[in-house]
């Protein structure tokens, strides 16, 4: 097994997907852009600092990781940029600057790893999404999260008959341990995602929304 990489290896959703995909044997690869993150993370787990919104970066940690471990089994694209803004607020340049992370980095990821995965005829590629509704307050995220939606439905089209399940999970409030947005408790809809026979594929799945 060739196991899972995930970009976005925060202490949160990240690497409770990290640990809930090593309890069952798999070789886990993590991205964060820092190297203090990726310490706390999964014993024994390949660690590659890069940043997501970097094309050239995030490229490089991919080819590092499939040098490595092979394709994976399962792409886990937790990357995002978490910070309220207004309408008003932000310039184009820093519009596209957190664009580049919300999105951009899940379409570098998918575009570098999704085609051997068709290839070999199997997979899964899972997105973190939120914000179920778009908020005035949080304008870009809302908009990066619309986006990883749509990115999802057109990675389906793309790569889904040959054996890519591709798919979003909703998180639809804060994650913290505890409640109902345990990152562990999410973590599980990751591991079963993955293990869905092609019959029974979801595209998204909502929690507490």
């Known amino acids: 097994m060739s196991g899972v990489v995930i970009i976005g290896a925060g202490p949160g959703i990240g690497q409770a997907v990290a640990r809930r995909f090593a309890r069952e044997g798999l070789p886990v690869a993590l991205v964060a852009r820092s190297e203090q993150t990726l310490r706390s993370a999964v014993p024994g787990a390949l660690t590659v600092t890069a940043d997501a919104g970097d094309e050239k970066a995030l490229t490089s940690a991919l080819d590092t990781i499939v040098a490595e471990l092979g394709v ?84 389906h089209e793309e790569y889904g008959p040959a054996g890519v399940h591709t798919a979003s999970i909703t998180v639809g409030g804060v994650v913290a341990p505890g409640t109902a947005f345990d990152p562990d408790v999410i973590a599980e809809h990751y591991w079963r995602l993955h293990l869905q026979p092609r019959t029974a594929w979801e595209h998204e799945v909502r929690i507490g929304c």
């Open 72 to 155: 994976p089994d399962a792409v886990v694209y937790n990357a995002a940029v978490i910070r309220p803004d207004r309408p008003a607020d932000l310039s184009l340049e820093d519009h596209l600057g957190r664009w580049a992370v919300n999105v951009g980095g899940a379409i570098v990821t998918a575009a570098r790893l999704l085609p051997a995965m068709a290839g070999r005829g199997r997979g899964s590629f899972l997105v973190t999404g939120g914000m179920p509704e778009p908020k005035a307050g949080y304008l870009s995220l809302s908009l990066g999260k619309a986006g990883v939606r749509t990115l999802v439905t057109a990675l």
